[in-house]
């Protein structure tokens, strides 16, 4: 599996775009880019997933450079709701295993 | 849709009880899974299922049976419960051909 580098934490204000990087320097070409978030003491919650183009959909934003060697995940209104811990993975599509890291606990403040 | 739905929310064991966690989902997905997470990491799959009657091993398998009689049920056993099981464990599903996965809510276990 390739693995993910992501910051332990970071802080985002109410209302403005959060912006929440990834490194997956190994990843191969037919691994997608997932992911997940968790709220604390909940199971984890899809968000978004993409192999080259960037992805958008009612939740969130992916960006995806061109060597696919990192992404950004965006969250273009932050709210209280949406501290959590956020977790990006990349999976082959027929591994069955999702390869959850550390992620990184973002807060949002008011 | 009741999503995927776990039961009990929380357990106690003893060292030694075996038990039985429950999974069941009503989405018809051919694919569930079970993870733990232990505190301050990230979630491990212990087993999966691609469909009934079809059950393999994740990363964390040693001490926990599984098996997939149904398209609906994927039930945990602890065989022999141990401290180093105490974990938050989830049951996920996916639909064959898609890539989202759904959680359930979670059994919060503890073994003393």
């Known amino acids: 599996d390739a693995k993910t580098t992501q910051p332990p934490s970071m802080d985002c204000a109410e209302g403005r775009a959060a912006n929440l990087p990834c490194n997956h320097s190994?990843?191969?070409?037919?691994?997608?880019v997932f992911w997940y978030r968790q709220i604390h003491s909940q199971g984890p919650q899809y968000i978004i997933h993409?192999?080259?183009n960037n992805e958008t959909n009612e939740m969130a934003s992916l960006i995806i450079t061109e060597d696919r060697k990192s992404s950004t995940l965006i969250l273009p209104h932050a709210t209280l709701r949406d501290t959590a811990v956020y977790y990006c993975?990349?999976?082959?599509?027929?591994?069955?295993?999702?390869?959850f890291g550390a992620g990184t606990t973002v807060t949002v403040r008011a | 849709n009741a999503g995927v739905t776990q039961t009990p929310k929380f357990q106690v064991l003893k060292t030694g009880q075996s038990m039985t966690l429950q999974c069941a989902q009503d989405?018809?997905?051919?694919?569930m899974s079970w993870y733990r997470q232990d505190p301050g990491m990230g979630l491990r799959l212990i087993h999966y299922?691609?469909?009934?009657?079809?059950?393999d091993q994740g990363e964390v398998p040693n001490g926990y049976n599984v098996s997939r009689s149904t398209t609906e049920d994927f039930p945990l056993r602890l065989l022999s419960a141990a401290p180093s099981q105490t974990s938050v464990y989830f049951c996920?599903?996916?639909?064959?051909?898609?890539?989202?996965?759904?959680f359930g809510p979670g059994t919060r276990l503890t073994v003393t």
């Open positions: 996920a599903s996916r639909q064959t051909g898609r890539y989202e996965q759904y």
């Open positions: 190994t990843i191969s070409g037919n691994e997608y």
């Open positions: 993409g192999l080259k």
């Open positions: 993975i990349v999976r082959a599509p027929n591994d069955y295993k999702l390869s």
């Open positions: 989405m018809n997905h051919e694919y």
């Open positions: 299922s691609v469909g009934a009657g079809i059950t």
